[in-house]
């Protein structure tokens, strides 16, 4: 899985470019004389449009559960979001060719419209994601275990 999400950065604008190579000379979908031809495009278009469509989707819907629809126009710019991601994926493997023990790690922090209270304990997330009969079971069994 890992492997393949890198190598899905790295080939992304290959796709790009060979659509535009194959455009600019006339043979997009040109059959037989094209340099891919007509099956590689039908294949490579259907693959390249349900992945957008299916991770388009799942956007969408996580931005309305999480009512955040106001973020709903950002969705149209996914494809640019991953020719980004592409890029980083080069500059990526380019510094682990030439400094591979070098790692720049970005800054995180917590946003200033974000509230979040101090790191609960795993029995306290345990106890939100059980439901109520199984919570009680399980807060009698780590009372048990705690005395």
Excluded at 81 to 107: C, H, M, N, V
Excluded at 133 to 143: E, I, Y
């Amino acid at each position: 899985m890992i492997g393949g999400t890198v190598l899905s950065a790295l080939v992304h604008p290959w796709f790009y470019a060979v659509a535009a190579f194959d455009l600019a000379h006339g043979a997009f979908l040109a059959w037989p004389q094209g340099w891919l031809g007509l099956p590689f495009w039908l294949f490579a278009s259907l693959g390249l449009g349900t992945g957008y469509l299916a991770s388009m989707t799942l956007g969408v819907l996580a931005l309305k559960r999480r009512g955040a629809r106001e973020l709903l126009s950002q969705v149209p710019l996914m494809p640019v979001y991953w020719l980004l991601i592409s890029g980083a994926a080069y500059r990526a493997a380019w510094q682990f060719a030439i400094d591979p023990f070098t790692w720049e790690k970005t800054a995180h922090g917590l946003s200033h419209g974000t509230k979040r209270a101090a790191t609960p304990s795993p029995h306290a997330m345990l106890q939100r994601r059980l439901k109520p009969a199984t919570r009680a079971r399980a807060v009698n069994t780590a009372r048990a275990r705690d005395q």
